[in-house]
Structure formats: C-alpha cells, structure tokens
C-alpha cells in the first residue's frame, strides 16, 4: 500500500489555527488516526477513530472526517505543537495499516 | 507505569538476518495486541507489523512480508520481530508499540496504539 497524501508542510503564527489534511479522496467509509511525532521522542497518538481525543492530549487538537479529506485541526497553537502529524487508517483490503505521508507543523 | 525496552538493533549486511525483541511490564500483557513500526532515515513512519493478543492474528506491511516474522511470548512479556533477507531500504529506527485493545485490526471508539517504546536502531549495509 502506498501512504496517504498530505501536505508536506503547513506553518501558522501562535494562536492561530492549523489544519492538516489526509487523503486525496472521501475516507468517510475509514476509522481516521492521527499521530504527533516530535524530534528525538516516541510518536503520541492526539485522534483515534476520526474525533476520539485520548486522555491528556489537549482540547485544541480536535478531528473531522464527515467529508473530504480528514482534517486535523488544531486551534490557538503553541510552540510546542510544532511536529510531525501523520494519518494512519486500518486497510482492510490487504489486512494493514497505512501511514500518510506526514505533515510537518511549523509554528512561526 | 507502561514501559516498552526494544533490543537487538545494530548493524548487519544486506542479506542477514537480525531479530528484534521488546519487554513489556506496566500492564497485562496478554490483553493486548503488539505491534512494530519503523522510520527510516529522513523519511515518515511505516507500520511494519503486528500481532493480535493471542497471536491469532497477524499483519504485515507489503515491503516486509515474506521477508519479517513477528512472534510474542506472553509468558515472558516480550514480542520480537525476525528480520530475514535484510535489504538496505530496511534501515531504520523500530519501534515497540502497544495496541490500545486485544486486536490488530481498527476497532470502533478505540485507539490503535497507546503506547510507544524509544526504539532501536537497524542499519543495513549493501
């Protein structure tokens, strides 16, 4: 399978809000994950299953995928919100998951 | 606390084998499903594989099937993951990671990880 398309990069000024596709197309029939993945850490999991928030992750990070693509928006973003963000959905075709590309967040 | 410990990482030639393993402790083992993603130098990150609380089911990325065997223990906590037939392009950092539930596959209103370890490190040279 190949990865999911995503914008390469995606910068916001502090506050504002940052939105990070997934996919080319509807994958509204698809369970959208979302991944945030800092410099020298483990990735964290910020959405599972297109909104679900896991606990600690904070209420500026929020998922969307009743239409197209899947979003990933973050409001009032800080500094520390800079990282890779990538999607990540089940293929139940070939019985594997698959990564997008990845976005990478600067925060001006 | 949840704590994944990855070993077995290191150098090996293109065409050798190395076998990775990871020990779990924090949790139950045995009711949750464990899984191997990587990231290769400059690139993003690669579910490699991963394998149901049982070991019922199991998945493979493309690029490493027929090639990779993931396998757990869960008398010893630990999942492991036999890299055979290594190519160049399998250079990488490998992560442990926990699944959020007993299942491989997605499960509505449930994460699919939860959990990662800090990973460990397969270089492949040709």
């Known amino acids: 399978s190949h990865a999911l398309p995503q914008p390469p990069s995606v910068s916001v000024a502090p506050g504002q809000t940052a939105r990070i596709t997934c996919g080319a197309d509807?994958?509204?029939?698809?369970?959208v994950q979302w991944c945030q993945h800092k410099p020298g850490q483990a990735p964290v999991l910020v959405i599972y299953d297109d909104t679900y928030r896991p606990s600690g992750i904070p209420g500026r990070f929020s998922g969307s995928n009743s239409g197209s693509p899947a979003t990933l928006t973050i409001t009032g973003v800080e500094a520390g919100d800079e990282a890779d963000y990538y999607c990540l959905v089940w293929d139940n075709t070939n019985d594997q998951w698959v990564f997008g590309g990845g976005t990478k967040l600067t925060v001006l | 606390e949840v704590q994944l410990v990855e070993s077995g990482g290191g150098l090996a030639q293109a065409g050798r084998s190395l076998r990775l393993s990871c020990a779990a402790s924090g949790f139950t083992f045995d009711d949750f499903a464990m899984h191997w993603v990587r990231q290769a130098p400059g690139k993003g990150l690669e579910w490699v594989s991963g394998?149901?609380?049982?070991?019922?089911?199991?998945g493979y990325a493309d690029s490493v099937k027929g090639r990779f065997t993931i396998s757990r223990d869960n008398a010893r906590n630990s999942v492991h993951l036999e890299m055979d037939s290594l190519r160049a392009d399998d250079t990488a950092l490998y992560y442990c990671?926990?699944?959020?539930?007993?299942?491989?596959?997605?499960?509505?209103?449930?994460?699919?990880?939860?959990?990662w370890g800090q990973g460990t490190l397969v270089t492949v040279s040709s």
């Open positions: 990671v926990k699944g959020g539930g007993a299942f491989v596959i997605v499960i509505a209103a449930e994460p699919p990880f939860d959990h």
């Open positions: 509807s994958l509204a029939n698809l369970r």
């Open positions: 394998i149901s609380w049982n070991s019922g089911f199991i």
